[in-house]
């Protein structure tokens, strides 16, 4: 089992800057992969950003050049900086775990085994 709470979600105006963070707990050495997947009322999770153990990464285009994700293994908690924020990024933001090992990046829905809460982040125009 691992523990997901991320924080840091809050109501910025476009062009501002916001760092979501997740702090992870329990098995940790069972994680594979830590990502942050985003929903928007009506709309289909997506994934944002993952981070593989092996260091590979993944961005979905409409963030590339203005998301970063990090991880500090010694604090066991995931960041997403998040820049330039535009009001499409509004969204509820969440942290997820992949536990098997794979070849390729996860990056379906289905692939990842633990979820936190959720973080809401609010673009305002």
């Known amino acids: 089992q691992v523990h997901l709470v991320e924080s840091g979600g809050a109501v910025v105006q476009a062009g501002g800057s916001l760092r979501l963070s997740c702090a992870a707990s329990g098995n940790i050495s069972s994680i594979n992969a830590m990502g942050w997947y985003r929903q928007a009322p009506g709309k289909e999770r997506e994934l944002v950003t993952t981070i593989c153990s092996d260091g590979r990464e993944y961005y979905t285009d409409s963030v590339k050049g203005r998301f970063t994700i990090s991880r500090d293994d010694a604090k066991n908690t995931l960041y997403l900086q998040m820049n330039n924020l535009k009001p499409e990024d509004t969204s509820m933001y969440y942290c997820?775990?992949?536990?098997?090992?794979?070849?390729?990046?996860?990056?379906?829905?289905?692939?990842?085994?633990?979820w936190g809460q959720g973080t809401q982040v609010t673009v305002s125009s």
């Open positions: 997820a775990v992949a536990t098997t090992k794979r070849l390729w990046i996860p990056i379906g829905v289905h692939e990842y085994d633990y």
